[in-house]
């Protein structure tokens, strides 16, 4: 599976130094709009660029520019896929909708986003009939972790890490109470539910383990944390 990323996401992953879990989960290919680099990078996360510019230099990270969308005969494609998702979307939405734009245009299977917000990009993904997989981080750590490369420790540490960086104040156990809801108990589309079927099946994943396993790991950690506090006030 390859992503096109949104601002936000880059900006989250790389501000907690965990950028290389976008490589190994994307393992086809990473990739983004020009000007999400040249504008929206350069205005929100100039103290990633550094970094970002050298995964783009070796090549971990492909960027598409109008010139490269011309010399592959879909710059009218992309154009036009901007103008509709921007009558979807707030003015503010426009680094997710070149992400969304661009996967639609060259077939990326998922787009990686942190937005979202009732009627945002990640939201109207999962309703709208779009051939495009949605992910946040916490959707790619859950994923990470059932796939067996870290097991809940260390998944719940990298969740407080961007978390922090982020500072969006997510729950993982929230997070991944929905993900459960997307893929098995509740799912928005019937094709991501037999995607992850088919991912459990292949990787022979014992999913009620891992997630007893992982929401054990969450409600220790929770515990630590309340205990820090009151020792903080006593």
Not at 60 to 86: A, G, M, Q, W
């Amino acid at each position: 599976m390859r992503a096109s990323l949104d601002t936000n996401v880059i900006i989250h992953f790389y501000r907690a130094g965990l950028e290389n879990i976008l490589f190994d989960i994307f393992e086809d290919g990473v990739f983004l709009y020009e000007q999400i680099r040249k504008v929206e990078l350069a205005h929100h996360g100039q103290d990633i660029l550094q970094r970002v510019d050298a995964d783009i230099l070796s090549g971990r990270i492909e960027v598409y520019t109008d010139d490269k969308l011309k010399n592959l005969s879909v710059f009218r494609i992309f154009e036009n896929n901007v103008n509709e998702n921007r009558q979807l979307y707030g003015a503010g939405d426009l680094g997710e909708v070149y992400a969304i734009s661009l996967a639609q245009t060259i077939g990326g299977y998922a787009v990686v986003t942190d937005d979202i917000k009732q009627g945002g990009p990640y939201m109207s993904l999962l309703q709208l009939d779009y051939d495009i997989m949605p992910f946040t981080f916490c959707d790619i750590l859950i994923l990470r972790y059932l796939s067996g490369r870290v097991d809940e420790m260390e998944t719940v540490s990298d969740f407080g890490m961007i978390n922090e960086a982020s500072g969006l104040n997510w729950s993982l156990k929230s997070h991944v109470s929905r993900f459960i809801k997307r893929f098995w108990s509740d799912p928005y589309k019937e094709e991501e539910k037999q995607w992850m079927q088919n991912l459990v099946r292949n990787q022979n994943i014992r999913v009620r383990s891992k997630f007893n396993a992982l929401n054990s790991q969450i409600q220790d950690m929770q515990l630590a944390e309340r205990k820090c506090a009151m020792r903080k006030c006593g």
